[in-house]
């Protein structure tokens, strides 16, 4: 009954910002973690950010500096500020919910939005 769904991701040249949204409905959310992967062809997905239902926030070494996480007050909501992008950044973008935030850092959660596409050109 879970259902995810990701919006925000777009094309933009190096430098530029994107915000990525992850809308959850079916349930109540106000002490679940919540987090961001992201997977580029032919390589392995890999954790972007999370945070916990109290606030607890993890990033990526490539993100921190560049990428912030945050979420709405009834916590069914998590969005990514993304600043800098570069091409390295192309990939796409998928949101993780979760009832603790080491469950949404290893990516073993069983809820998971279908994505949405970033692209960074040069």
């Known amino acids: 009954q879970v259902q995810l769904a990701e919006s925000g991701g777009g094309s933009v040249q190096v430098g530029e910002s994107l915000r990525l949204s992850c809308v959850a409905s079916?349930?109540?959310?106000?002490?679940?973690?919540m987090g961001w992967f992201r997977q580029a062809p032919g390589k392995a997905r890999e954790f972007v950010a999370g945070v916990s239902w109290h606030d607890i926030v993890q990033y990526a070494d490539f993100a921190k500096g560049r990428f912030t996480i945050s979420k709405n007050g009834g916590h069914n909501t998590v969005f990514l500020q993304m600043n800098a992008l570069t091409p390295e950044d192309t990939a796409v973008y998928s949101c993780t919910f979760a009832q603790t935030l080491p469950v949404i850092e290893a990516g073993t959660g069983d809820h998971w939005g279908q994505g949405t596409q970033v692209t960074v050109s040069s």
């Open positions: 079916g349930r109540d959310f106000s002490r679940w973690g």
